[in-house]
């Protein structure tokens, strides 16, 4: 049994899809379920809850942590924490091996520009710190033998939901708006594809020697800035390439109406610079090759536009 905890998001439905691949004994869990797979198990369950997460690792191989908390520090100062304890607990107990779906906010904002497993871990945001403190826990618990396990960590990623590029750009191109864009649009910003994330994503938790390290998943490294991705999105949408980027001092006025701009603030930094992210380990390891901006741009707005 292969065990998705969050299953419903950007990432854990195209996981389930990947993971067929490998088996056909697929668990689901999230507090509304619902089949990807006709043969998908589903199991209802409140994942803030330890009892709960025990039961739904039980009988698992490989757990997948793909959760995502709501974009808000209260939340996740509160939640991602325990929800980490009782993850790597619920693995122990039922010898199941855990894949950890993550991001880059750890890394030190002063290596941006060349993003690799062997970055700096410095995180100077709180939700960085978060992250890092999470991260530690699984690696802790690897480095003391008690727990078999892997981080993937994905750039910034675009599909259908929870992506930067569909709430800011494509979304009010659809409408006729400018596109928005945060800090600096002339500064490189490499995103991760959802699909190959999930894809990669589901062949580490099935390789035996990929456990206990640190991945980066494939992510093509075409230099595009802010305005060029803006443009391509654009193109492909027959719509005019017009950009509105938002100055970091605005986000806290505009918090006030939106709360979410709020808590963009102290991540800002990942667009005032080049954030280019190097996957080179993984592509190497796997002879894969990320699909390019067009190519995976073209996908996701023909998959919206169904």
Not at 195 to 202: G, I, L, S
Not at 233 to 253: D, G, N, Q, T, Y
Request: glycine content about 4%; aromatic content about 10%.
């Amino acid at each position: 049994m292969q065990t998705i905890l969050g299953s419903g998001g950007s990432i854990g439905v195209p996981l389930a899809k990947e993971l067929t691949v490998y088996t056909d004994k697929i668990r689901l869990v999230s507090r509304n379920p619902k089949k990807v797979n006709d043969t998908d198990e589903l199991f209802q369950a409140d994942l803030t809850d330890v009892t709960q997460i025990g039961k739904a690792i039980a009988g698992s191989e490989v757990v997948y942590l793909t959760i995502g908390f709501e974009y808000n520090i209260r939340v996740w100062q509160r939640e991602w924490p325990r929800m980490m304890r009782n993850v790597i607990a619920g693995c122990k107990n039922h010898n199941a091996r855990l894949v950890f779906f993550d991001n880059v906010y750890m890394y030190d904002r002063d290596f941006m520009n060349n993003l690799t497993e062997e970055t700096p871990v410095r995180p100077t945001s709180k939700k960085g710190r978060i992250r890092a403190e999470i991260a530690g826990m699984i690696l802790d618990a690897v480095k003391k033998n008690e727990l078999k396990a892997l981080i993937a960590r994905s750039a910034d990623f675009y599909g259908p939901r929870n992506s930067v590029l569909v709430e800011m750009v494509v979304k009010n191109l659809v409408k006729n708006k400018k596109a928005m864009w945060l800090a600096n649009a002339n500064k490189i910003h490499t995103f991760t594809a959802a699909e190959d994330a999930a894809k990669a994503t589901a062949m580490l938790g099935n390789t035996p020697d990929a456990f206990n390290q640190v991945w980066h998943l494939p992510t093509n490294r075409f230099a595009l800035t802010g305005r060029q991705w803006i443009e391509l999105i654009a193109a492909i949408m027959h719509k005019e390439p017009r950009v509105f980027v938002i100055p970091v001092w605005m986000l806290s006025v505009m918090g006030i109406f939106i709360p979410v701009f709020s808590e963009f603030r102290e991540m800002a930094y990942q667009f005032d610079r080049d954030y280019i992210f190097n996957s080179s380990k993984f592509e190497q390891r796997f002879s894969f090759t990320a699909r390019k901006p067009e190519d995976g741009m073209k996908a996701l707005i023909a998959n919206l536009q169904k």
